[in-house]
């Protein structure tokens, strides 16, 4: 059974992995022996991570990519392969979380979130996807969010989930396109975790108290607590499931 989550030689491509969640992610899958590409903008923060994986005992290869550039996004994929030779693994992470008011949203700021959480969503899984459809095999994890499913009382961020909406919606259709590759497309979709994106709002009184009334678990996730979801998506353990989306919210979508 433990088999089954085993990543050894298997290579993992991890974007926004600069700070918050996809530090957690990249850590996850070098734990299960994946060697693991981290990818961001900020250099000098991916190079403390790569000593980190390192010291796990997996290779670790650190690249600077705005995901919002196609051609980096295509320079960062061919670096992989010819450092590497395959990628088996992306997690599709990077992201940004801005609360703005709708009546006030101009053109830019919505673009802004829909063009990092969306449209760069689908430029790295199409860039990665054709590596996979020639080596026919390949496991793509997307990073929703329970605003994938659902808003938030009061609050303003309809470009946020607009974005996490159709990151659902492309996992789906990603998923139905790319079956007959042996490719699984899914999605994750955390509810709230420590990070960057939430530091300013994560212990606050208000949302603290609309967790206690919205979550059952009354509770932030807490760091770990997405690994499982991970490991699963991105392992053989899930080889016959796809177009899927794992809530990892403490049972706030359950209600
Ligand atoms: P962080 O702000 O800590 O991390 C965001 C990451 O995205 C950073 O590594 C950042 O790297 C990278 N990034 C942002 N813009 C770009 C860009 N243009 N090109 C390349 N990388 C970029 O936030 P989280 O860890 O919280 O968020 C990670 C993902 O998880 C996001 O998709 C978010 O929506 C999702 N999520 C988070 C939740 C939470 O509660 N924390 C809940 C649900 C979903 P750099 O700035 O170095 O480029």
Redesign the pocket.
């Given at each position: 059974m433990s088999g089954l989550f085993d990543l050894k030689g298997k290579v993992a491509l991890v974007?926004?992995?600069?700070?918050?969640?996809?530090v957690q992610f990249a850590k996850a899958l070098a734990r299960q022996g994946a060697d693991v590409v981290i990818?961001?903008?900020?250099v000098e923060?991916l190079e403390n991570v790569k000593k980190e994986i390192e010291a796990m005992g997996v290779r670790c290869m650190a690249i600077k990519?705005?995901?919002?550039i196609t051609s980096e996004i295509t320079a960062m994929v061919s670096e992989i392969k010819s450092a590497f030779g395959k990628i088996d693994i992306l997690i599709n992470?990077?992201?940004?979380?801005k609360g703005i008011p709708a009546e006030s949203q101009t053109d830019e700021e919505w673009r802004e979130t829909l063009r990092?959480?969306c449209d760069?969503v689908y430029y790295v899984a199409r860039e990665v996807g054709k590596v996979m459809i020639e080596q026919k095999y390949g496991k793509i994890v997307n990073?929703?969010?329970?605003h994938s499913m659902v808003a938030m009382p009061g609050s303003p961020i309809s470009a946020y989930c607009t974005s996490?909406g159709a990151v659902l919606m492309m996992t789906k259709a990603l998923a139905n396109e790319w079956a007959k590759y042996n490719i699984t497309v899914n999605a994750i979709?955390?509810?709230?975790?420590?990070?960057?994106?939430?530091k300013d709002v994560i212990e606050t009184e208000g949302l603290l108290g609309a967790i206690q009334i919205l979550c059952p678990m009354g509770r932030p996730?807490r760091e770990g607590e997405l690994d499982g979801a991970i490991v699963y998506f991105a392992s053989d353990a899930s080889s016959y499931t796809t177009g899927q989306y794992l809530a990892v919210d403490g049972g706030w979508t359950a209600i």
């Amino acid at each position: 059974m433990s088999g089954l989550f085993d990543l050894k030689g298997k290579v993992a491509l991890v974007t926004g992995a600069s700070s918050g969640l996809g530090v957690q992610f990249a850590k996850a899958l070098a734990r299960q022996g994946a060697d693991v590409v981290i990818a961001a903008r900020r250099v000098e923060k991916l190079e403390n991570v790569k000593k980190e994986i390192e010291a796990m005992g997996v290779r670790c290869m650190a690249i600077k990519c705005d995901v919002l550039i196609t051609s980096e996004i295509t320079a960062m994929v061919s670096e992989i392969k010819s450092a590497f030779g395959k990628i088996d693994i992306l997690i599709n992470n990077a992201g940004i979380g801005k609360g703005i008011p709708a009546e006030s949203q101009t053109d830019e700021e919505w673009r802004e979130t829909l063009r990092i959480n969306c449209d760069s969503v689908y430029y790295v899984a199409r860039e990665v996807g054709k590596v996979m459809i020639e080596q026919k095999y390949g496991k793509i994890v997307n990073i929703g969010s329970i605003h994938s499913m659902v808003a938030m009382p009061g609050s303003p961020i309809s470009a946020y989930c607009t974005s996490k909406g159709a990151v659902l919606m492309m996992t789906k259709a990603l998923a139905n396109e790319w079956a007959k590759y042996n490719i699984t497309v899914n999605a994750i979709g955390p509810a709230y975790f420590p990070s960057e994106m939430t530091k300013d709002v994560i212990e606050t009184e208000g949302l603290l108290g609309a967790i206690q009334i919205l979550c059952p678990m009354g509770r932030p996730g807490r760091e770990g607590e997405l690994d499982g979801a991970i490991v699963y998506f991105a392992s053989d353990a899930s080889s016959y499931t796809t177009g899927q989306y794992l809530a990892v919210d403490g049972g706030w979508t359950a209600i």
